[in-house]
């Protein structure tokens, strides 16, 4: 159980577009999802923590207005990056946590985005 | 803000020896978890600690949680090529009313295998 997923795996596009990135939980519902973004070979930085049914809480240098956020049911999150450009360039995953044990969080297997 | 700092960075290791990280946050947090990355791939959770000066195992893998909750190790015997990967502690900190308990992700140790 606790499956995870993010659609799509890896996305291509041109500079000044915008990408639109899901992140559902399978068999669970999740009031909380989270964005972390990560660089080649270094960890994983958490973007924004994802409210169902609320403004998404954003870290400390996230643009909210660079990367909306949407949780608007309890199974899936959506990060839209806007007017990307190659510094955007990165490896997206999400994680949705269950709140019915430890409140593990379960990772998608990640969005791989590359910005020309 | 919270840090969370892990060494070494990378370690290279023969198959068959043993291979320990260190994961040190600034502040004292509620749990620690762990969660392993293999190269190319997403972090798959591994375990959570709670209590103060808790130990866990997971077949080769012994978890360990300071007795001042802000330092964690985790210790894997006899290592194997299948253990390749980063591994990444990930600290909870005290929870505030109303507060979504958010991860910090420790800096990671890559850990290489030689056959």
Known sequence: GAVVS???SWVICKSGTSVKIECRSLDF???TMFWYRQFPKQSLMLMATSNEGSKATYEQGVEKDKFLINHASL???TLTVTSAHPEDSSFYICSARDHRGVETQYFGPGTRLLVL | GQQVMQ???YQHVQEGEDFTTYCNSSTTLSNIQWYKQRPGGHPVFLIQLV???EVKKQKRLTFQFGEAKKNSSLHITATQTTDVGTYF???SGLRFRG?????IFGTGTL????P
């Open chain 2, 7 to 9: 060494i070494p960075q």
């Open chain 2, 89 to 91: 502690c990930a600290g």
């Open chain 2, 111 to 114: 850990l290489a295998v030689q």
């Open chain 2, 51 to 53: 209590k103060s000066g």
């Open chain 2, 99 to 103: 507060a979504t308990n958010k991860l």
């Open chain 1, 75 to 77: 199974t899936l999150s």
């Open chain 1, 6 to 8: 993010q659609h799509p």
């Open chain 1, 29 to 31: 519902q999740a009031t």
